[in-house]
């Protein structure tokens, strides 16, 4: 599983002045909350003012308000080490639930009396009731009757007060618990009777971690979403932001299906959804980077999408609950490895034709195949305790930080217009004054030769770095002047050109040898591996690789 106390760092190195931090600080936040979830999810240690309850408790299988009773005999009973879990217990039946007690007698000291103790427990799967002496002190969720209608309660950690005359000093207590599982089981943290009142906020502040992290979660998720939604809706020509929309939307559903909510859902559905939702989430991961890197093939995509639906269609249609963990949560882990693993590729690839663009999506590529792999069995098994680190460290991470990117390049472009703009704005009125003292002259220019021999220039020197400044100065007309008229006389813009020209370049190159494709991009002039692609496939509908494949084909 992820090692929650290392911190995932990745890094660009930005060239120029930010213009716009705020958005930089959004991400640095949206990082942090990651951190934070990690802590909020650390336990709490068994201190010198506590009474460690770990280790082993009687296990009862059955359930009877009798075993909440001081005076019950459980003798006969096996133990069961806690913290710790009784998977083998709900395996026996196929919904995979079970209602269990938990006893232990334990022994507190006169030295504990005019003291505020407290049981304070760990995370619990998934529905508690905590009884000392045969008295109850507390409880966390609701143990249903009939059926799988239940509330999720497993995140908070549970502290309950435990009123002094109920307390036997010097005597043998005994603390009970009454468990209700489906699929999540045990008890996960330290088990202790606590002293509350020299760190009474301390403790209690526990319970609400949960909560806290929860919604800090959600909040930045929901702006996340919104954010790349209008970028989205602005630049529509960018899919990747809606794949990554999509992304955020399903981890915010598969976020809500885990939290504790007012109203009961039948766990199995819960389950459903909540697979299916994952999967789904990692499909538009791999979506989300094949766009990005255009590198997406259609044929992998139409094969990943027969397999999603065949997993999809096993998720929704199995029977029971054990039949949905054992088959569909398998089926489930081996596509959204199959997932990551492509979308790792996808970088590795990209690194690969052009170590200079993307050698920073190696902080990606490498770690999020590891914690898959060390992920998939704690989702296969569904162990509450790992459970947490799957779904908030998973998706989330690897959203974070394409998010921090995609701030990065959208601030950089957002500069580059505000900087042409102001450019523009200054040399308007210097236009003005050249068309106006052209008016006033007998004699009218005949700008066609010059921009004949503009283009002449270009055929020849295609593969330079295009700069509009110095091309002017060399044929002694004024930047926009010359653009204008260029416009009027080839029928696009210089840029345009240049790029029909290095693109026909680079159809004869891949026709003719067999050079890479980076080399061939490289020579004919671009120095983005990424630009070349597309550039290519707006000017012929293809790939550089489907181009010579169908060339070898003529031939």
Not at 136 to 151: D, M
Not at 272 to 288: P, R
Not at 517 to 524: E, L, R
Request: glycine letters at 6%; aromatic letters at 14%; charged letters at 20%.
């Amino acid at each position: 599983m992820l090692d929650l106390n290392k911190s995932h760092r990745w890094s660009t190195h930005v060239k120029g002045t930010v213009t716009y931090r705020n958005y930089y600080l959004l991400g640095a936040v949206s990082f942090l909350m990651l951190v934070l979830m990690t802590a909020c999810t650390t336990e709490h240690d068994t201190g010198i003012n506590a009474l460690n309850l770990s280790g082993l408790w009687k296990i009862i299988i059955t359930d009877s308000p009798e075993y909440a009773s001081p005076d019950f005999d459980d003798s006969r009973f096996p133990g069961q080490v806690i913290p710790g879990d009784w998977g083998r217990t709900i395996e026996k039946n196929d919904d995979l639930t079970s209602t269990i007690w938990l006893r232990k007698k334990v022994i507190i000291g006169s030295e504990w009396q005019g003291r505020l103790l407290s049981l304070v427990m760990g995370r619990i799967g998934i529905a508690d009731e905590a009884w000392f002496n045969g008295q109850q002190i507390g409880g966390t969720g609701v143990i249903p009757g009939k059926g799988l209608a239940y509330h999720m309660s497993w995140q908070n950690p549970r502290v309950y007060h435990i009123p002094s005359s109920l307390i036997r000093y010097g005597g043998n207590n005994v603390v009970a618990l009454r468990i209700y599982s489906h699929v999540l089981n045990g008890i996960s943290g330290s088990v202790e009777l606590a002293d509350v009142s020299s760190d009474y906020f301390s403790y209690y502040l526990k319970a609400f971690g949960p909560m806290i992290t929860n919604f800090v979660s959600l909040f930045f998720n929901m702006l996340f979403f919104l954010g790349l939604l209008i970028l989205y809706m602005t630049r529509r020509e960018k899919r990747e932001y809606l794949y990554f929309s999509i992304i955020v939307l399903l981890t915010l559903l598969c976020n809500l299906l885990t939290l504790e909510s007012p109203f009961s859902l039948d766990g199995l559905v819960r389950y459903k959804l909540f697979l299916s939702l994952y999967v789904l989430a990692n499909f538009f991961v791999f979506l989300g980077v094949g766009e990005f890197l255009n590198s997406c093939n259609r044929y992998t995509v139409t094969i990943y999408s027969l397999l999603l639906a065949v997993v999809e269609g096993l998720i929704a249609f199995s029977p029971s609950t054990v039949v949905l963990i054992r088959y569909g949560g398998f089926a489930a882990i081996v596509l959204i490895n199959i997932f990551i693993f492509s979308s790792a590729f996808l970088f590795f690839n990209s690194a690969r034709k052009d170590p200079r663009g993307y050698w920073y999506f190696l902080f990606i590529a490498i770690p999020v195949p590891i914690s898959v792999m060390r992920n998939s069995w704690y989702l296969i098994s569904f162990r509450f305790n790992e459970l947490p680190l799957v779904i908030f460290m998973h998706v989330p991470l690897v959203f974070t930080l394409f998010s921090v990117y995609y701030i990065y390049e959208f601030e950089r472009t957002r500069r580059e217009k505000d900087n042409l703009y102001s450019a523009l704005l200054k040399k308007s009125q210097r236009f003005q004054r050249m068309i106006n003292a052209m008016q006033k002259t007998d004699s009218k220019p005949e700008p066609r030769d010059v921009i004949n021999e503009v283009i002449e220039y270009l055929d020849d020197h295609y593969r330079e770095r295009y700069d509009r400044k110095e091309l002017s100065k060399k044929f002694g007309l004024n930047e926009d002047y010359m653009g204008q008229v260029f416009r009027k006389v080839a029928g696009t813009n210089i840029s345009s050109y240049i790029n029909t020209r290095r693109i026909e370049a680079a159809k004869d190159l891949l026709a003719d040898t067999e050079a890479k494709i980076i080399d061939i991009a490289y020579h004919v002039g671009f120095d983005n591996l990424t630009h070349f692609h597309r550039q290519f496939k707006r000017q012929t509908n293809l790939t550089p690789s489907e181009y010579r494949a169908v060339m070898k084909e003529d031939a």
